[in-house]
Nanobody, 121 residues
Framework: QVQLVESGGGLVQPGGSLRLSCAAS????????MSWYRQAPGKERELVAS????????NYADSVKGRFTISRDNAKNTVYLEMNSLKPEDTAVYYC??????????????WGQGTQVTVSS
């Protein structure tokens, strides 16, 4: 069955960096776009970044543009989220998401269990 396993979350000071990873299995990873979402306490889940199946197209929320980078390694069935210049408002549970098709703007299909990112001094 489809599995998405996130890792790399933790506690970091403002201005710091983290790299999240999502290891995928149970489907042909290279066929599907992938996304990262996040959900802060008391808030709705929001889309952070998306990447097409080939990695040729990416899209970011305005709040993370210039600070976060999504990438993928189809040989390793893994998608990454490099997060720099982290702010306290980036604190949330971050979820890996398989999309319905190869295009970054397709709808969500499946979710990982999430990894906590806390930005605090």
């Amino acid at each position: 069955q489809v599995q998405l396993v996130e890792s790399g979350g933790g506690l970091v000071q403002p201005g710091g960096s983290l790299r999240l990873s999502c290891a995928a299995s149970g489907f042909t990873f290279s066929w599907y776009a992938m996304s990262w979402y996040r959900q802060a306490p008391g808030k709705e889940r929001e889309l952070v970044a998306s990447i097409s199946s080939t990695g040729g197209s990416t899209n970011y929320a305005d709040s993370v543009k210039g600070r976060f980078t999504i990438s993928r390694d189809n040989a390793k069935n893994t998608v990454y989220l490099e997060m720099n210049s982290l702010k306290p408002e980036d604190t949330a549970v971050y979820y890996c998401c398989q999309k319905w098709s190869s295009t970054w703007y397709s709808a969500p299909l499946g979710w990982g269990q999430g990894t906590q990112v806390t930005v605090s001094s």
